[in-house]
Each structure stands twice: as structure tokens, then as C-alpha cells.
């Protein structure tokens, strides 16, 4: 079998937001249900890693948005590895639309893998690693997650209580979902600036997510309570980015980080549209 693997998609109704585009979370659920796919093509799946007593975790997520994904459209999700070294990896992603042919986004991801027992990182059997190897990978153009220090003056914290649903089978928060935190949270800045979803609308505007890049730190677990703090870090005519943080209320440990460079579109054309004086003024 290949070491690029390629699994092909439709847009579902269920993936779909209220501005009509695929959501940025369904990409991050789209990367690991493709990767689970690789890993059994190339005999590292579910199966082999519980004979072996480890399993993977996300540590670092890094998608650039191209192009928007609307309802029933098909597109092509390949993966390769770009390296491996002991206990982690980084792998390359990208989707690209299966009629036109053209990208729509692509991106890097760090993975780990742990040891089921002692909850440390491990590493996999050098001869299964190496059915993924390739001698001269692409390379996906990523960055170094920022160092960020927030402003109390200047941010909006919320808290969000965990619930059972947003949980994976490792019985942590699915890897998606706290893209879906950083959304909201967003969504609540814009919102308390006089901008929420339906003002948007109103106007004939939609956002839209550019580039994310989060970063897992520990994982939040079922009855945690999130305190989930929200800053405008840059800002122009046709954007900017947002960092959110994520901490555990109980103790202050930090659980994510997340920055979203964002615009606004035009509802009807889907061309970039100039925000707002008054966002601008607020941000």
C-alpha cells in the first residue's frame, strides 16, 4: 500500500454550519478519521497499537483555509509523514476538491504516542514506523505555536462546564471540539462588541476562519469546568487573529491554546468583504 494515502469525501448536511461552509472542527475529525485509515492500510490500526499497549494523542493541529466547503461537494484528504523521532511525529495533510481539483486547505499535525499503563509517552516498534517513511516528503509550511501573554483589560473570559458528548473514547475532550470552544468563544467576543451571528447576517456578512492553529496541552476530562479566555491579538481592514485559552477553573492548569486568523465574506458572493468601522473600533 502507499505511504500517501488518500481517502475520499462528500460534505455532509450534518457538517455544515449556519453560514453554509464546512466547519473548521469537521477538518480536525476528517484528519484522524483519514489517519485511522493510513494506519490500517500500512499495519499500524486500532488492533495492532492494543496488542502493543499504546495508543495516539494530538498534540499540535495547524490548518490554512483556501477555499470554503459547502453541502454534498467531494474532496480528496491525503496524509503522509513528514518525520518521526522516538515518541513523536509530525504528519502533513491536503484536501483538495475532487472535481475542480483545486487545494482547499492543508495543514501539519504533532502526534504522540503513549503507553496505556504508565500514561508516558513510548516509542512504537521502529519497524512499523518505518512502513511510513518516506525518503523526500512534501513539506506543509507550518509554524512555531506563539508565546502569548493576555491582557485581563483587553479579554473576555467565559467558563463551559464539559459535557459527556464532547468526549472521546479515551474518555478525554475530542480533539475537534476544542476547535468548537474557540469558535464559540469567538463568536461571544463579536457578539459582546455589538456583532453576533444574526448582526452578521443582517448585514449580509459571514466570518470566516482563515487559519487555525491550536495547541493541546492537558487533556479536560468529563465534570472539568473550563475558564476560556478570548483576546484580539492583530488586527487590519480585512481581519485578524484571535487567541483563546483554555484552563481548568479547579487549578489553573492549561489545557489549550487556539489562534484564529479570520475576515468576513460576502454572504452572496463569497468574496472578502472589509469589516466593519465599529468591529474595528471595538477590537
Not at 184 to 205: C, R, V, Y
Amino acid at each position: 500500500m502507499s505511504k500517501i494515502f488518500t481517502r475520499s469525501y462528500r460534505a455532509r448536511y450534518s457538517d455544515i454550519n449556519a453560514d453554509g461552509l464546512l466547519a473548521p472542527a469537521d477538518y480536525a475529525r476528517y484528519i484522524v478519521d483519514t489517519a485511522y485509515d493510513w494506519g490500517e492500510s500500512l499495519g499500524l490500526g486500532e488492533s495492532v497499537s492494543q496488542e502493543h499497549g499504546f495508543y495516539w494523542i494530538i498534540r499540535e493541529t495547524e490548518i490554512q483555509f483556501f477555499v470554503s466547503l459547502h453541502f454534498q461537494e467531494e474532496f480528496d484528504f491525503t496524509i503522509w509523514m513528514l518525520d518521526w523521532k522516538r515518541v513523536r511525529g509530525t504528519r502533513a495533510f491536503l484536501v483538495k476538491h475532487k472535481n475542480k481539483g483545486i487545494t482547499i486547505a492543508q495543514g501539519v499535525q504533532q502526534i504522540a504516542c503513549m503507553d496505556s499503563k504508565t500514561q508516558r509517552p513510548i516509542s512504537p516498534p521502529e519497524d512499523l514506523i518505518n512502513n511510513f517513511r518516506l525518503d523526500m516528503p512534501r513539506e506543509i509550511s507550518s509554524g512555531r505555536f506563539p508565546k502569548i501573554s493576555l491582557l485581563p483589560e483587553k479579554s473576555l473570559t467565559l467558563q463551559h462546564n464539559v459535557a459527556w458528548q464532547d468526549l472521546d473514547t479515551l474518555d478525554m475532550v475530542n480533539n475537534g471540539v476544542y476547535i468548537s470552544y474557540a469558535e464559540d468563544a469567538m463568536t461571544q467576543l463579536f457578539t459582546s462588541f455589538g456583532w453576533s451571528p444574526i448582526e452578521l447576517k443582517n448585514h449580509g456578512l459571514a466570518r470566516l476562519i482563515r487559519r487555525l492553529h491550536i495547541q493541546y496541552q492537558m487533556p479536560a476530562t468529563w465534570g472539568d469546568t473550563l475558564n476560556i479566555t478570548t483576546s484580539s491579538l492583530k488586527l487590519d481592514d480585512m481581519g485578524g487573529s484571535i487567541y483563546i485559552g483554555m484552563t481548568r477553573a479547579s487549578d489553573g492548569t492549561s489545557i489549550a491554546g487556539c489562534v484564529l486568523d479570520w475576515g468576513l465574506i460576502d454572504r452572496g458572493s463569497g468574496e472578502a468583504h472589509p469589516l466593519p468601522e465599529s468591529l474595528v473600533s471595538a477590537l
